[in-house]
């Protein structure tokens, strides 16, 4: 049996586990890359994961990193079942093609500003709705604590994972060579009494553990004050006539800000002056699954239910369904509360109320989720002083806020107490969807606590696993090309030399001329400055 990794190593996108076991290939989910463009290029790279061969893919869950590359895996060629809950499989029909419309949209730029600028054909889009559309007709529903084999010899079980709705660890037993041995891929860990769905449940005893590690490093703080934190937000920029920004994942977070939002509205602390905007297409299709899949909630939820009430609902609350109501919330004077897409301000409407209302002193940024490396969240959580968008240098003015008790995540003594009943004897535990001081943190921890020298795989790894024997294969040179730093550096020389001799004569160019080259030299000193910046 054979193992490879080609997402979510090293980074907290792009999870995809290839095995080739019992004469079959399968994948343990098949996420899309986030982040900067260097690493969204993999989205691209389908020989990769040589869809044409694949026999089936079991999802854990349905958020993008996850999912996100099915479409393209059917595009170019596969046509086998893709296993998920019932749940999973009906956000999957609207984030599947919610992403292929954007994926459209943005090769539909793309072309005009190349076209534009003279540059020639463009790359057509990652995959498209009719893709996503595709898709979905091979979906394959699956309850959860009932085995079921895709493939003689391999046997998979579907346990309550606690992250969003319908989210899954996956068992899988694999019975070849006289033996069997057991694999759990944790898929994420939710924390222990999150809202709206139920807690992360214990699977039995595996030999191998694939398990997240997205905050191995760190527990979150002050889980339990989450409503306060947000109510603080609120207060902030009420008092101050502004707008509260919410970037969150259309699928979960936003959901249960709501859920918050209620709470606050029950005890008098949202006033009754401050509009709340859930200005995301998909999250208002996503809230209506939501409803659509109680069987999934907890028991705190269907008390409220019960009582008449609707986690979802405030008195206030006005869903944004086109692009004309969207813009129309950033000349809406006076302060509201603005919940949009996308989570980690890498795209989406969330990028347009960012521009409007980051540079304002009174505003407020509401972080509730994870903030992948190389994204505009992340800059803004790490304290960045300008953010570019749409071309442009916004300062930021506005009060950050970041509520870990949101997070869909377990934190490290979470990840910890849920491993910790599924070690066995031999059992070895492998660490993914985790950024490289995260897992290092965790498995120093693991180490410490378990005895277990925890393995953390790079991206394109193998793990060769025969027996109770495993054997690590990297591709280090493929999975990370080298970066030309003496080549960039003597262009730049180059160029700056050939800059040096001509400005020199600019002082006899025409004054206008003159003018213009200043601008471009300006915009030109602007970008060596942010770059400049990001180098310690």
């Known amino acids: ?42 989205n691209r790279d389908a020989a990769t994961h040589d869809p044409g061969h694949v026999d089936f893919i079991l999802v854990t869950h349905a958020h993008i990193d996850h999912s996100g590359l099915l479409p393209l895996m059917v595009r170019e060629s596969y046509a086998n079942p893709i296993y998920c809950t019932k749940a999973t499989a009906d956000l999957l029909g609207i984030m599947l093609e919610d992403s ?25 889009p990652l995959y498209t709705v009719k893709d996503a559309q595709r898709t ?13 084999e895709p493939a003689p010899g391999v046997t998979v079980t579907y346990r309550d994972a606690g992250h969003i709705l319908g989210s899954a660890s996956i068992e899988i037993d694999i019975r070849e060579d006289g033996g069997t041995t057991s694999l759990l891929f944790s898929g994420d860990i939710g924390r222990p009494g999150a809202l709206i769905v139920r807690n992360t449940e214990t699977p039995p005893v595996a030999d191998y553990v694939f398990m997240e590690s997205t905050y191995g490093d760190r527990d979150h703080k002050d889980e339990d004050s989450s409503v306060e934190e947000l109510a603080r937000a609120i207060e902030y920029s009420h008092r101050r006539g502004e707008k509260v920004i919410v970037p969150a994942f259309a699928v979960g977070r936003t959901q ?15 006033p009754k002056d401050m509009p709340v905007f859930v200005d995301s297409p998909l999250a208002i299709r996503a809230t209506e ?23 979802f609902s405030l008195s206030q609350l ?33 990028r347009h109320h960012l521009r409007h209302n980051l540079w304002r002193p009174g505003a407020s940024i509401v972080f509730v989720g994870f903030q992948g490396v190389g994204t505009p969240g992340r800059a803004l959580v790490e304290g960045r002083k300008k953010l570019t968008l749409f071309g442009e240098d916004v300062a930021v003015a506005a009060r950050i806020f970041t509520i870990n008790g949101f997070s869909g995540h377990a934190g490290q ?50 793990l ?20 030309d730093w003496a080549g960039i550096s003597e262009g730049l020389e180059r160029k700056w030399r050939t800059l040096a001799e001509r400005m020199a004569h600019l002082g006899d160019r025409p004054w206008m001329e003159q003018t213009e080259l200043q601008e471009e030299f300006a915009r030109l000193d602007a970008a060596l400055t942010r770059s400049l910046s990001k180098i310690p």
């Open 1 to 42: 049996m054979k193992i490879r990794f080609l997402g979510a190593a090293h980074t907290v996108t792009g999870s995809c586990f290839m095995i080739d076991a019992c004469g079959k290939r399968f994948c343990v989910d098949c996420g899309m890359y986030q982040g900067n463009k260097t690493i969204e290029a993999r």
């Open 289 to 311: 699954v939501f409803r659509r899949n109680a069987q999934d909630f907890d028991d705190e939820m269907h008390a409220l239910l019960d009582a008449g009430e609707d986690p």
């Open 464 to 483: 060769d696993i025969k027996a109770d024997q495993a054997t690590r294969i990297s591709h280090e040179a493929q999975a990370h090309p080298p970066v």
């Open 100 to 124: 292929g419309h954007i994926q459209e949209v943005e090769a539909k730029r793309d072309a005009t500003k190349s076209f534009r600028r003279g540059l020639g054909v463009p790359g057509q």
């Open 256 to 270: 249960e800000v709501l859920y918050c939002l209620h709470v606050l509205e029950k005890q008098g602390k949202l």
């Open 318 to 350: 006005r869903y944004t369904l086109t692009t004309e109501q969207s813009q129309r919330i950033n000349s809406h004077e006076g302060p509201a509360v603005v919940i949009s897409a996308s989570g980690m301000c890498n795209a989406g409407r969330v």
């Open 413 to 462: 003594r979470q990840l910890l107490d849920w491993v910790k009943p599924v070690i066995g004897s031999g059992t070895r535990v492998i660490l993914v969807h985790g950024e490289p001081d995260a897992q290092a943190a965790l498995a120093v921890r693991i180490k410490a606590d378990f005895g277990i020298s925890a393995i953390i795989p790079g991206y394109l790894e193998e």
């Open 136 to 148: 979905t007709r091979l979906l394959s529903q699956v309850e959860y604590h009932e085995p079921f």
